[in-house]
T-cell receptor, first 113, second 111 residues
Framework: DVKVTQSSRYLVKRTGEKVFLECVQD?????MFWYRQDPGLGLRLIYF???????EKGDIPEGYSVSREKKERFSLILESASTNQTSMYLC????????????FGSGTQLSVL | GENVEQHPSTLSVQEGDSAVIKCTYS??????FPWYKQELGKRPQLIID?????GEKKDQRIAVTLNKTAKHFSLHITETQPEDSAVYFC??????????FGTGTRLQVFP
């Protein structure tokens, strides 16, 4: 079974702090994604990556950056956390090519106070 | 722009009844349409998907239909059971690389 692991289930940070959300997958997947989930807004794509050291902006990249130094790890960075970034963050991976099935992590509920 | 609209936002049905969730997409080039189910406190999981060269796909009690001309696709659940209660998300693949999700439908099945 594919495992996508997010380092924290719950996180509480203060406004202005730099926040790192880590995601690791164990199936040698090419593609990795970061979504945020908010009630009534569904899943919105923040950033994605098709290969090591490459990244693409999703629909809501403002206030975020990402890092993919190794194939199995995709990090989401909030340079200066703000209260409107309080949300559930979901990491996902897929093998790519013609296989678009996403495997999700269990999510990180981030609260910015 | 890239957009997926999903309706209704909530749906309540009696056990044994059918449930239908509808989505529309904006890019006629989209060719892949998955449905994800998210149970309370759990991660979303793929339950069924359809590609644009097929009009309908069925897997036991769930089916998905696609109308490419109208840019609509729908999830049908028959003989609903309490364990079908969850949030369901439709999605469409844009530019062959981005999955854009709908806003979700909370389905409640009452015994």
């Amino acid at each position: 079974d594919v495992k996508v692991t997010q380092s924290s289930r719950y996180l509480v940070k203060r406004t202005g702090e730099k926040v790192f959300l880590e995601c690791v997958q164990d199936m040698d997947h090419e593609n990795m994604f970061w979504y945020r989930q908010d009630p009534g807004l569904g899943l919105r794509l923040i950033y994605f990556s098709y290969d090591v050291k490459m990244k693409e902006k999703g629909d809501i990249p403002e206030g975020y950056s990402v890092s993919r130094e190794k194939k199995e790890r995709f990090s989401l960075i909030l340079e200066s956390a703000s209260t409107n970034q309080t949300s559930m963050y979901l990491c996902a991976s897929s093998s790519g090519g013609s296989n678009e099935k996403l495997f999700f992590g269990s999510g990180t509920q981030l609260s910015v106070l | 722009g890239e957009n997926v609209e999903q309706h209704p936002s909530t749906l309540s049905v009696q056990e044994g009844d059918s449930a239908v969730i509808k989505c529309t997409y904006s890019d006629s080039a989209s060719n892949y349409f998955p449905w994800y189910k998210q149970e309370l406190g759990k991660r979303p999981q793929l339950i069924i998907d359809i590609r644009s060269n097929v009009g309908e796909k069925k897997d036991q009690r769930i089916a998905v239909t696609l109308n490419k001309t109208a840019k609509h696709f729908s999830l049908h659940i028959t003989e609903t059971q309490p364990e079908d209660s969850a949030v369901y998300f439709c999605a469409a693949l844009y530019n062959t690389d981005k999955l854009i999700f709908g806003t979700g439908t909370r389905l409640q099945v009452f015994p």
